[in-house]
């Protein structure tokens, strides 16, 4: 069974969490990655907003890798 954050939870940290990366060249609309916290758990949520209807679209939402990830989950570790 493969494990989701609850709508509830994405919810909060797009109200909530910090945008810690921008992609304003995504097509067909800009896109920010947003982390914040599920309980204890780190979670990140990739959503774009059209800014002409205001409508914001979930793109993704997971909780982050330390392999890809620094320990803050903010940081993307080089590779």
Do not use: Q
């Amino acid at each position: 069974m493969e494990r989701r954050p609850s709508r509830k939870a994405v919810k909060d940290v797009l109200l909530c969490g910090e945008i810690i990366e921008e992609y304003s060249d995504d097509k067909p609309y800009p896109s920010a990655l947003f982390f914040g916290w599920l309980g204890l758990e780190p979670l990140h949520v990739v959503v774009a907003l059209d800014h002409v209807s205001g409508w914001s679209f979930i793109i993704t939402a997971y909780n982050p890798d330390l392999d890809c990830f620094e320990s803050d989950y903010k940081t993307r570790r080089r590779t």
